[in-house]
């Protein structure tokens, strides 16, 4: 099983970027899917997440609003399309694979992709 992170880059304060996750080895259909952030120092956390049944989607506080999650069963991938970003979103950016259930539990999650730096400066 893969999951290959991409999308990250340099933006400014109010910019955009998308993040995209493409899996291999496994039956995209059956996993929720969900993003992760990590800070140097810190815990990682869950940023917003999609379940694998009826597309139900949450999302951190932080970020309600601003970001969207999305997948695309058909190619196995799943999005994250980050809005009005601020220089706190600045973090590696992690997608994630879950056979038993979706949420920002970290421990739910059975793979995780490499992650991709998001920074946002000025």
């Known amino acids: 099983v893969q999951l290959q992170a991409s999308g990250g880059g340099l933006v400014q304060p109010g910019g955009s970027l998308r993040l995209s996750c493409e899996t291999s080895g496994l039956t995209f259909d059956d996993y929720s899917l969900g993003w992760f952030s990590q800070t140097p120092g810190m815990e990682r956390e869950g940023v917003s997440c999609i379940d694998r049944v009826a597309g139900r989607t949450d999302y951190s506080d932080s970020v309600k609003g601003r970001f969207t999650i999305s997948r695309d069963n058909a190619k196995n991938r799943v999005y994250l399309q980050m809005n009005n970003l601020r220089p706190e979103d600045t973090a590696v950016y992690y997608c994630?694979?879950?056979?038993?259930?979706?949420?920002?539990?970290?421990?739910?999650?059975?793979?995780w992709g490499q992650g991709t730096q998001v920074t946002v400066s000025s």
């Open positions: 994630a694979a879950s056979i038993s259930s979706s949420g920002f539990d970290v421990d739910v999650y059975d793979y």
